[in-house]
């Protein structure tokens, strides 16, 4: 088969379509025939040889994928061959072909084509698993998503209107902006021009937002903390701004707030599956009937991956890029 390799780590350009050897499924493992996949920040960092795949796991790039199962592993169950899926991945998803545990398997949504599925899996299962099975968002509540024009924001936005939350975003410009609106964004805060500790306590008569869902991390820490209403809950899960801040405990505990971090990629199996089983029973309805849909900004041949590598890294899209094989 053929697959995005990266010979050495660097720009875009590092990111070569190669022959490869053909993956073969393992116990409780499917073999999937990709279709498409979808660009995520950890490839690009990935790519700049900062963030390497766990041990064992496909050492090509690509966090989600869907496609057609064309092999079906021993001790699986609930998949044959034929079935149109889509699929949350440790990596790998740059490519022809893909094994992925079968437990981190999702059938293609009722009313949804196999390139539109493949942008879902990375950013429903972060997205639940982080501002529902967490940080526990509750109807009437107010949640502030940093980067709301991202993949991630996109979906933020979405789910948090189902569950009846009030959403508040940051982007860059007015452009972004607009389109978290059509989204249903209740408060636009444009991060280059304005404060969003001041202006999320103007829009909610100075208490601040009930949970935080971050992308940045280290250069946002402190802000995030004065932005959080009392009981508020923090969540981050990328450090786009640092790694390391300093943290005033006692503005903390005057809030009785909570900073979580979390990541899918190396979590075990075990918490994978009870995630991507929860997505499946709480978010695939509400895209079966319209609710939320993928934002899918443009695609790409899967060839063409150093290029839309350079469109995330410019922050040059609304939604996700996809890859077509």
Known sequence: MRAI?????????????????DPQPAEGEVLIEVVASAVNRADLLQRQGFYDPPPGSSLYPGLECAGRIVEVGPGVHGWAVGDEVCALLAGGGYAEKVAVPAGQVLPVPS???????????EVTCTVWSNVFMIAHLRPGETVLVHGGASGIGTMAIQLAKAVGARVAVTAGGPDKLARCAELGA???????????????????????????????????????????????????????????AEVNLAALMAKRAAITGAGLRARP??????????????????????????????TLPMSEAAEAHRVVDDSAHVGKVVLTV
């Open 5 to 21: 390799t990266i010979p050495e780590p660097g720009g875009p350009e590092a990111l070569v379509w190669a022959d490869v050897p």
């Open 111 to 121: 009313g949804l084509d196999l390139v539109s599925a493949a942008a879902l899996p």
């Open 186 to 244: 209740d408060i636009l805060i444009d991060y280059r021009e304005q404060d969003f500790v001041q202006e999320i306590r103007k829009a909610t008569d100075g208490k601040g937002a009930d949970v935080i869902l971050d992308i940045i991390g280290a250069k946002y820490l402190q802000r995030n903390i004065k932005a959080l209403a009392v009981s508020g809950r923090l969540a981050i899960i990328g450090l786009q701004g640092g790694v390391k």
């Open 269 to 298: 199996l075990n918490e994978k599956a009870a995630i991507v089983a929860a997505v499946r029973e709480h978010v695939w309805p509400l895209i079966g009937n319209g609710q939320v849909r993928p934002i899918v900004d443009r």
